[in-house]
């Protein structure tokens, strides 16, 4: 359920959704230094604002500026902000998770993506050192952190994405909306597996 608080969220980030091949797919990262691929996800950040003011950014903030960062650029964050409703999202202990559908690119495409600059600026753009895309269908079967890619490697991934996209169709009402044709797919693939899986 989410929190009516947003201060009690340390961390965000977005659900990159695209349909492919027939299949709802998730944009998924592994950061250099992890083993496991996750959500273009980070941790809130105090930011000067206009007046020179250094504040806390709100986690639709961070969602946004996290995976333009974690893309390496790729969608920059006037067009993610277009693609994401900041009133529609779940939480996940204390990490606040917005979804975007995108236009389904090659993860080779944006890995190839060349990079604003190597200045230390630009460190957080090369975070990620992979990207995979899986199918939601495939995430929410057994075994929980092993999944197939749709490149067809075989991939690790954090603990809590089942979870995470389970609760995109909570039965409370509290999830993320769906507002499109992409994000109701992804309702019916949850649904689906997960009353088929892990009996």
Not at 24 to 50: E, T
Not at 183 to 188: D, G, N
Request: proline share 5%; net charge positive.
């Amino acid at each position: 359920m989410p929190h009516s608080d947003a201060r009690s969220i340390l961390a965000a980030g977005l659900i990159l959704l695209a349909e492919h091949q027939g299949q709802v797919l998730v944009l998924l990262g592994r950061d250099r230094w992890r083993r496991r691929y996750s959500v273009l996800a980070g941790k809130r950040q105090r930011l000067r604002d206009a007046t020179g003011q250094r504040r806390l950014e709100s986690p639709y903030q961070t969602a946004i500026r996290e995976a333009a960062e974690e893309s390496r650029g790729y969608w920059q964050q006037a067009q993610l902000t277009a693609l994401c409703s900041a009133d529609r999202f779940i939480d996940y202990g204390r990490c606040r998770l917005f979804t975007a559908t995108v236009s389904y690119v090659p993860a080779a495409a944006i890995k190839a993506k060349a990079l604003p600059s190597l200045s230390p600026r630009f460190a957080a753009y090369r975070e990620i050192a992979a990207f995979a895309w899986v199918a939601v269908e495939a995430v929410l079967q057994c075994p929980p952190q092993r999944v197939p890619s749709i490149d067809g490697r075989t991939i690790r991934v954090h603990r809590a994405l089942a979870h995470e996209l389970q609760q995109l169709c909570s039965p409370d009402g509290t999830a993320a909306a769906t507002a499109t044709t992409i994000e109701t797919t992804i309702e019916t693939a949850v649904k689906t597996a997960v009353d088929n899986s892990c009996e």
